[in-house]
């Protein structure tokens, strides 16, 4: 590999990194290609490879049509802007040595949010086992982690402390009844099948023991 062309790619991909302000992931490889091209002037051969294999591999990584910002300055690796649509991802991406990994299953959370889940809920909490556990960010954030398959190491505390939530109430209600309400918004209709449960659990505990005495 030609090291001169990698700094250069490098220092390419900093200087839009800095420059740009927001702008898609077409846009952003298209203008480190170009500022390459400034540097090296007509780039061919095992230059251009270099280059291609970067660019490539950001297609793939996520969607062109997907935008680059500064998430990271608002405390983000990343965030879908349900009013618009837009798929917002931290510029950190780009990097050369971006975690592939990493970055495809936080693609994923991001796409559960936007495609497998309703913009709005009939009900913005549910109550169990004496807890009120609110769907947004608690439950949206349980489904978009546990079907992007995120382990623990890629989650901030917080992140962790929803996840354990929602398996609690998975282990309530199902996890086919917890995804389908958040796919519907039906929360309501959740709180429904849960305080069912919650009946049944509390008129079998009702029975008092055989000597009458409650403890
Ligand atoms: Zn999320």
Do not use: C
Not at 23 to 35: D, G, I, K, W
Not at 85 to 107: K, L
Not at 178 to 187: F, N, Q, Y
Not at 193 to 215: C, M, V, W, Y
């Amino acid at each position: 590999m030609n090291e001169a062309t990698v700094d250069v790619l490098n220092e390419s991909i900093e200087a839009e990194q800095d420059s740009s302000s927001r702008e898609t992931v077409r846009a952003f490889v298209n203008n480190v290609q170009n500022r390459v091209q400034e540097r090296v002037g007509n780039i061919a051969g095992k230059e251009m490879q270099v280059v291609r294999g970067w660019l490539e591999e950001k297609l793939r990584l996520l969607d062109p049509t997907y935008e680059i910002y500064d998430t990271a300055s608002k405390g983000a690796a990343a965030w879908f802007e349900p009013g618009t649509g837009r798929m917002v991802f931290d510029d950190r991406t780009m990097d050369r040595r971006a975690d592939t990994g990493y970055w495809s299953r936080v693609r994923r959370h991001e796409e559960v949010h936007k495609n497998d889940q309703a913009h709005t809920f009939n009900r913005g909490a549910i109550t169990f086992d004496g807890k009120v556990v609110p769907v947004h960010p608690v439950l949206i954030e349980w489904h978009a982690i546990r079907q992007s398959g995120q382990p623990d190491g890629d989650l901030t505390a917080g992140y962790r402390a929803h996840v354990r939530l929602g398996d609690e109430l998975v282990a309530i209600a199902g996890r086919g009844a917890v995804t389908d309400a958040l796919r519907t918004g039906d929360i309501a209709g959740l709180q429904e099948t849960i305080n069912g449960k919650d009946d049944s659990f509390l008129q079998e505990s009702r029975i008092l023991p055989a000597s009458g005495h409650l403890l």
